[in-house]
């Protein structure tokens, strides 16, 4: 026995007879059912002269089957519901006619009676080339395929399946989900790429708090609870921090803050440059701001920011007039009238000479105007100021 293996398969002279004439016929033998048996708990050689298992104890159809050129291919999922507690040492498979076609001795094992309901038994064994195309596996599936409302059988979908997002007959476990899902509870074991999300609970204000990877490199291990980890707190400038407090504006979007608590994942915009690098979102945004390394925020301090409509007011372009001081001066030249002599925003009109004769007194009529287009070259400019307010742009 030492020298035997433990699990082989004979086709019976039965089932060689039936094959022989399925095939010479151009018909097919149909492999319905699997018996069970436990060979009286002693292992049995397999002899083509059997007829039925040495003690059989339970049957189920084929839960699985296919056939090739050489082999034919059995599964059946062991029912450990109603077999719990038995041993298996031998199994055949049966036609749809209740001939073993198939006897096999199968290394001793016991049916379980706990976890799950049932256990896998696959059979493989050899048949002849020339007769192997007479052999059909008759496949009653112990569930249907499972669904959203159907207990059933399922695969497991691997990971490239979540990436492509197209399968929707596979299952997702909990540990691959966790690698795809954004906004799920930070994970420390889960590498986040840029822009990926995670949630964590504050505790202090009761506050689901949501953060972005804004680190261009992988991020795994660093708990965005950790001040240290973000933008504020951040110890290693200018290497860009790991996490972000994630908001629903792009990146580099300017926005008039009425309040001088600025939000962690903004910046106030003052009269100084801030690293590229560090601030590379905002550098994608704004290419043209960067010099030298640096983006010039200075370039928008101090601005009055109106709407573009693509002719008079284009996209950055600047109006360089805000509302000046207005002055100007004339001359008089009591009592004759006015001299010719105005500048700044006042202009004038009817002057002459205002000499004295036969007939005229001597006294000119002139008129003084006022304009302030003499100093302000395009009046639709004016910028009036009127509320101060923080200017913050999104990190």
């Keep these: 026995?030492?020298?035997?293996?433990?699990?082989?398969?004979?086709?019976?002279?039965?089932?060689?007879?039936?094959?022989?004439?399925?095939?010479?016929?151009?018909?097919?033998?149909?492999?319905?059912?699997?018996?069970?048996?436990?060979?009286?708990?002693?292992?049995?050689?397999?002899?083509?002269?059997?007829?039925?298992?040495?003690?059989?104890?339970?049957?189920?159809?084929?839960?699985?089957?296919?056939?090739?050129?050489?082999?034919?291919?059995?599964?059946?999922?062991?029912?450990?519901?109603?077999?719990?507690?038995?041993?298996?040492?031998?199994?055949?498979?049966?036609?749809?006619?209740?001939?073993?076609?198939?006897?096999?001795?199968?290394?001793?094992?016991?049916?379980?009676?706990?976890?799950?309901?049932?256990?896998?038994?696959?059979?493989?064994?050899?048949?002849?080339?020339?007769?192997?195309?007479?052999?059909?596996?008759?496949?009653?599936?112990?569930?249907?395929?499972?669904?959203?409302?159907?207990?059933?059988?399922?695969?497991?979908?691997?990971?490239?399946?979540?990436?492509?997002?197209?399968?929707?007959?596979?299952?997702?476990?909990?540990?691959?989900l966790a690698k795809f899902v954004q906004g799920a509870p930070y994970n420390p074991n889960r590498t986040y790429k840029q822009n990926e999300t995670c949630t964590t609970f504050n505790t202090t204000t009761g506050e689901l708090e949501s953060w972005t990877s804004y680190a261009p490199s992988d991020n795994t291990g660093n708990n965005p609870q950790d001040p240290a980890n973000r933008h504020d707190d951040w110890p290693n400038f200018p290497t860009p921090c790991w996490w972000i407090k994630s908001h629903a504006v792009e990146p580099g979007t300017p926005v008039y803050w009425f309040s001088d608590d600025i939000p962690e994942n903004a910046l106030q915009v003052m009269d100084m440059d801030i690293d590229a690098g560090f601030y590379h979102r905002i550098a994608k945004a704004y290419p043209s701001l960067i010099v030298d390394g640096k983006i010039n925020l200075a370039e928008i301090c101090g601005r009055y920011i109106r709407i573009a409509d693509g002719s008079d007011y284009v996209v950055n372009k600047s109006h360089n007039y805000g509302i000046p001081n207005l002055q100007g001066t004339f001359k008089s030249a009591s009592p004759i009238g006015f001299v010719n002599d105005v500048s700044g925003i006042f202009t004038m009109s009817g002057y002459h000479n205002a000499i004295a004769n036969d007939e005229n007194s001597g006294y000119g009529y002139d008129t003084v105007h006022f304009s302030s287009s003499m100093m302000i070259p395009n009046a639709n400019e004016v910028q009036p100021k009127s509320t101060m307010a923080n200017l913050i742009i999104f990190i």
Excluded: H
Excluded at 51 to 58: A, C, I, P, S
């Design 1 to 176: 026995m030492a020298d035997e293996p433990l699990k082989t398969a004979v086709l019976t002279n039965m089932g060689i007879a039936k094959l022989d004439a399925a095939y010479q016929a151009g018909t097919k033998i149909t492999i319905a059912e699997m018996a069970f048996g436990n060979s009286n708990l002693e292992y049995v050689v397999p002899d083509p002269a059997f007829t039925q298992l040495v003690n059989e104890f339970g049957r189920q159809p084929i839960n699985e089957g296919n056939t090739s050129d050489t082999w034919i291919n059995a599964i059946v999922y062991v029912d450990s519901t109603q077999f719990a507690g038995k041993s298996i040492l031998e199994f055949g498979l049966y036609d749809d006619e209740g001939d073993l076609i198939v006897y096999s001795s199968y290394t001793p094992s016991v049916i379980p009676s706990v976890g799950q309901d049932y256990i896998q038994l696959e059979i493989e064994c050899s048949v002849d080339l020339y007769n192997a195309s007479a052999v059909t596996i008759e496949v009653t599936p112990i569930y249907p395929q499972a669904t959203e409302l159907e207990r059933g059988i399922a695969k497991i979908a691997t990971n490239e399946d979540i990436a492509a997002g197209v399968d929707d007959e596979k299952i997702v476990t909990a540990k691959k």
